[in-house]
């Protein structure tokens, strides 16, 4: 465990962020390697099955991943306040909450899978294996958010090296066990869902097993596993904003991908292959983001606001630090990144616009370093409502400059259509984080007059 509220905040915030961006990139180069593995040994049927199913299960996901950063920043104020009862109390009412809420979307989703893909127009040839892919897949939903709600709890005391162990063991079995079942013995999708399900089952053994034997003083106790109404309701009005929050962005990509498939095949393959791109450059902005959030959220539990700005301008540095290096590495291998993604047809004239796309980006990438840095900020200080603004301002004007733009500069106009709503989105938080920064400046100042000592802020 680290204790945040004391030391260098830069230390810290590197030291739990680097973790965070290696899960990330993990998780991102498993589900490529995932898809790979279900196209070549199982067939272009199988790869269309799991890609429609992937959008339904993200959205499944994202809500859990939101619902356990709301709780994380309540277990990171406890753990802050060095009050270990009270996060005890908040972890074990969001497994109740959580895992039930699981259970029965998992339920639902085995139901409603016929609705869902009539809904998804799936093509008749496929519609059996992507039923039965999808249905597997939401039995996961309940160890999935096991693993989430735990690694939040393990997070929220400073340890995000344990997580990623979990992690990076959990994708190497399943990898292991898809180029057996599949590429050994001839298996078909049915093995690829049950693996996935296996592997995330293992992850949250792994987790209770850690919390239980070595963590003893964050595992929830008897009396913690009951519900509290209260204590649910503080955190659905914490995780109910990030999880609408995280749904906002698949809606905007699926809304510009409309947009790109009007443009034609070179241009959908360049943005396809642009986006994976996209994704390996903006993921480590989110790890520095989460740090940012649990060392604001410590030091606010334990009433130390001195240290959440200087902690904020150290992630800030970091943020800008982390695009001069992958502005740089994108700019030099721009042609390479996508060139990796195509083969055949037309593949000159995709690379050529992919890479005049990133070459726009190099220099893109540092508005999203700023906004994730700020919402960082404001998800620590517990303003979730401000990071959806935030979020929504970006998304919806990102989505009208793209309809605007992409019909006359092609994917090259999605490029400056990001960047005007990264824009909007700085020109709502800055001022709003300086009007924090003064309400945090008087109240220093007057706990400070009321000690007998100036203000420190």
Known sequence: MTDMTVGRPRTHLWRYALPLLLG???QLSYNAADAMIAGRFIGRDALAAEGIAGPVMNLVILAI???????????????????????????????????????????????????IMKVLSVPAQIRDITGTYLRITFVGAPFTFCYNALAAGLKSAGDSKTPLKF?????????????????????????????TVFAEALCAAMAVWYLVRRVPELCPRRDHWHPEWHV?????????????QQAIQPVCKVLIQGQVNALGINSIAAFNAVSRADDFACIPEQSISSAIST??????????????????????????????????????????????????EGTEEVIALGSRYLGYMVLFYLWPAMTNGFQGFFRGMGKLYTTIVGTFLQASIRTVFTYLLAPRMGISGIAFACAVGWSAMLLFEVPYYFHTCRKLGLKARAEGEKAGCPGTW
């Open 24 to 26: 990330n990139w993990l």
């Open 65 to 115: 991943t939101g619902l356990c950063i709301g709780a994380g920043i309540l277990m990171s104020e406890a753990f802050g306040a060095k009050d270990h009862d009270r996060l005890r109390r908040v972890l074990g009412n969001t497994l109740i909450l959580g895992i039930g809420m699981c259970v029965a979307a998992a339920a639902a989703g085995v139901v409603l899978a016929p609705w």
């Open 167 to 195: 992690l990076a063991f959990s994708a190497v079995v399943n990898a292991l066990l898809d180029l057996w079942f599949l590429g050994v013995m001839g298996m078909g999708i049915v093995c690829s869902a049950l693996t």
């Open 232 to 244: 649910m309701g503080k955190i659905l009005a914490y995780g109910g904003p990030s999880a609408f």
């Open 295 to 344: 060392y604001i959220a410590q030091n606010r539990g334990a009433e130390k606001p001195e240290r959440i700005r200087s902690g904020f301008r150290a992630g800030i540095g970091l943020e800008a630090g982390y695009w001069v290096l992958i502005a740089a590495v994108v700019a030099l291998l721009r042609r390479p990144l996508v060139g990796m993604f195509v083969t055949g």
